[in-house]
């Protein structure tokens, strides 16, 4: 039971519940223009906004580009392409890396009415089986070096009926050719699809426990996706650099921007980040806190480099001459880094939202009101705030865990409220989040403690790259993992001393009860998950330095 008389100190708002409804039904708009599926939004991209460029990328050092029509062709083909293996819906399991066809076919399996299950291209045989059985996955695509894999699944996993191993681009180019739209197979892409089915099942990261499936229909993608609280510039480029497989890259990369009708440009490998920033010359971008901290050490390096250029000039050396807008999510964005940014003519801020809720609960809000916020309310979904904790409801939220029903009933509210288990409150619209419900500490005094609370006051203190804050013996204990770079040749003592001072002066900040009263040090980073969060079930704590 938490303690409501704290939780009122700590959030600095009303304990009652804090209930948002959206005055203009925005959510509406996408059944205004005809959208109630993903192939509707598709088809309606292709319609508004013609040969413009909806897709860039590299191939071959090349640049190459796709018009909203061609990717509409494109995605239609694939989904003629499944209808000639199999008829009946099916569960697909998807595995591959971010590139154009990946999207093309991501998007053309949703188009064809079955269910799709996208996986990390990283995962294991082992975790495989264990999540196929789970979702009852019937055939797999997967990239043709996944293929060993592939063949050990099927052989394990005795339900799997049929693998599909893609070629390179030259077979998808022959797929998109031989199932057009002019061709005799042409009418199997008319295929019913109710709006409210599941069509997508994406898989929770696990940072607090075991995975499960989010069931995702077209009527969560879409509510989600086409709405007009926030809308791209019609000059917009935006650099799509996160991992496909999660719905936060594919529903703001792919999604909005179809709606939008502004262009994507697909980074591909991480380690092409600074060279793409440069060659699309793009004017936004979704990055993880992790990557936007990257992003900022680059330029300070350029201007300590080139002391002659201002700041912005220095910037654009990293980042392009358009790039002025950064809209981050997964984890916490320090107000610190979100002023730097600025500094350089950079505008950050944060979103915010999850799986559960197709993802956006939040958008960002690039005006200067509410900056440190984690969004701006997109009027899609009714939100509250009860006993601390935000609540959601409407189109976006999801149908529930696959084949978990009682899991299912405990994530919602009797009266219907998804419990997203974030600690936060609503004002003037905007999210302010605080830490999560599964993470509060609660000493025997009764005093209920976000450990994000504190775990984000060490975020700009450059030596503490990682921290993690928890209970022990009723007392709040952390790990520290140090960065390697900055305490390169110091010994374990003057780390140890180092970190003292920070977290000395940390403490000074806080009440007694909340004051961290002693420290370990890391050898290796924390576990973290293909979001780049920290994984809180995963510690491994070692006896090792101690303050």
Known sequence: MLNVKL??????????????????????????????????????????????????????????????????????????????????KMHIAFIGKTNYEYVACLTGMICSGNVVVPFDPNITVDEACLLFEDADIEMLFCEEEFAEKANEIGRRYKKLRQIVSLGDWRW??????????????????????????????????????????????????????????Y???????????????????????????????????????????????????????????LICKS???????????????????????????????????????SGALIDEFSEYGITARQGYGMSECSPRITTSDFSEDNKYSNGVLHGVDEVRVVDGEIQVKGPSVMLGYYKKAEQTADAFTEDGFLHTGDLGYIENGH?????????????SNGENISPEEIENKFVDDGIIKEIIVLAEKDTIVAEVYPEDQLTFGMTKEEISAEIGKIVDRVNSDLKTDRQIHSFRIRENPFERTSTGKIKRTQFNFAEDEKK
């Open 7 to 88: 939780l009122f100190e700590l959030y600095k708002t009303d304990i009652n519940s804090c209930v948002y409804y959206p005055t203009e039904k925005e959510g509406s708009d996408e059944l205004k223009k005809g959208i109630s599926t993903v192939k509707d939004l598709v088809l309606f991209a292709a319609k508004e906004y013609g040969e413009k460029d909806f897709c860039r990328f590299f191939r071959d050092f090349e640049m190459c580009r796709k018009s909203f029509v061609e990717f509409s062709e494109d995605c239609l083909a694939v989904s003629r392409y499944i209808k000639t293996i199999e008829k009946e």
């Open 231 to 289: 809308k791209s510039r019609d000059d917009d480029v935006n650099l799509s650099l996160l991992p496909m497989h999660h719905v936060f890259c594919y529903a703001c990369d792919v999604l909005k921007n179809l709606y939008d009708g502004s262009t994507v440009c697909l980074n591909g490998a991480l380690v092409s980040l600074y060279r793409n920033l440069l060659a699309f010359e793009p004017t936004v971008a979704r990055m993880v806190p």
């Open 431 to 443: 999210i302010y989040l605080v830490g999560r419900k599964k993470n509060l500490i609660i000493l």
């Open 295 to 333: 992003v900022l050490t680059k330029i300070k390096i350029a201007e300590r480099k080139h002391p002659e250029l201002s700041k912005r000039e220095a910037a654009e050396l990293v980042v392009g001459r358009n790039f002025t807008r950064i809209i981050a999510g997964s984890a916490f964005l």
């Open 172 to 229: 998808f180019a022959n797929v998109f050719e031989k199932y057009s739209s002019d061709s005799d197979y042409a009418s199997l892409s008319d295929v019913e699809i109710d709006p409210q089915d599941c069509t997508l099942i994406i898989y929770t990261s696990g940072t607090t426990g075991d995975r499960k499936g989010v069931m995702l229909s077209n009527e969560n993608l879409v509510s989600n996706s086409c709405y007009d609280s």
